[in-house]
C-alpha cells in the first residue's frame, strides 16, 4: 500500500514538474531569454542556407573608424566564397567554452563550422578575467535542459559566479605560481616577477629616459602572453575537444582559426624571451590539432604591426588589410578542403 502512494506522489510531482514547465515555455520562457542570454537572436539570424558558420569574438567585427571596407571577417569569407553561404556569430569576449554553448543551439544543416582560436584565451588573464562571470551567466538559458531548469539554474546562481577581487586573486596566483621556461638564466621566472622586472627596468628613449607608457604596454604583453601552455589540463584545450567531438556527432567538418598577434610589437618592446613562449605556445596548440585531424589556419604571424588598431594594448583587432589576410587564408582552406570546386 504504502509503495502504491509512493508511486502516486512520484506520479503527481513529475506531472506537475512537466505542467509548470510547459507553462513557463509557453508564456514565460521567451522573456527571460531576451533578458538573460540575448545572444540567442545572434544565433537565430543564421540564415536555412548557411553551409559555413563562423564563430569570432571581437575580432571578427572590429574595424578602424574610416576605413573604406568595414566588413567584418565572417563577411569578407562569404563574399570570397561566393557559391557557399557564410554566416557569422559575434559574442565579444567569447573562447572555446561559450563558442561550445553556441553551438549546440545551432539547428542549422551546415556543412562547416569556423571557431575562432584566440592565443590570449589561454592565459590567466583572460581565464580569470571579471567578465567571466556575465559571460557565464549569459549561458545559463541556452543550455540543454528543460527552460524552467535552466531558470532555477539561473535563479540558484549555478555558474561559475566570482566577485572581481575574487578573479584578480586568480590572476594574481597564476602569475605568480606558474614557472617560465628560459634559455639560461633570468632574473626573473615568473610572468609576475617579469612584470615586476620590466616596471623597475623600463624602457628608455633615445636620451636615455624613461618612457612610460612603453613600459606599461611591454608588461601588458608580458602579462597577455608570458604563459605556459598544458594541453593536457587546460580547460579551454579540453572545450575545444568537446566542440570537436560535438561537431563531428553532427558530421560537421571543424576549421580552427588561430589569431594574428602583434609579434612585431612583442619582439620590439620585450624581446626574444616573449617571442620565444609565443612560438612555443603557437607549436603546442597548431600541433596539438592537428594530430588529431582538425584543421588549423595558422595566422599567427600573418598581420603587421600597422595593421593592428589597438596600439596601446594587446587585442587581436585588426584594419580591413589584416581582416582581409585572415579572410582569405580561413577561406583559401575551406575551399580546398570541402568545396575544392568553388
Known sequence: MIWTKIT?????????????????ERWFHESDLQLHSSVINKIRAVSEETKVLYLGESSNNTFRSGESDERSISTMIDSLLPKVKVSGITNEASHSGIYKTLLKNIDEDIDVVVITLNSRSFGAGWKYSSLETPLQKSMVMLQNYPPLLNRLLLSFKNYDIKSAEERSKQVLAAWSEEYLSFEGARPYSTTNSWDYHMAITGIKDSSGQRNQAKTELACHYIKSYAFELDTVNDIRIKDFDEIIRFARSKKWKVVLNLLAENTDKADLLVGSDLLAIMERNRKKIVDYFQSRNVAVVDNYYEVRDSSFID?????????????????????????????SKH
Request: net charge neutral; hydrophobic share 45%.
Open 8 to 24: 502516486y506522489r512520484l506520479l503527481a510531482l513529475i506531472t506537475g514538474l512537466i505542467a509548470m514547465n510547459f507553462i513557463y
Open 311 to 339: 596600439q596601446n594594448w594587446t587585442t587581436e583587432h585588426y584594419d580591413q588589410f589584416g581582416r582581409m589576410t585572415i579572410a582569405q587564408n580561413v577561406a583559401d582552406e575551406i575551399r580546398r578542403q570541402f568545396y
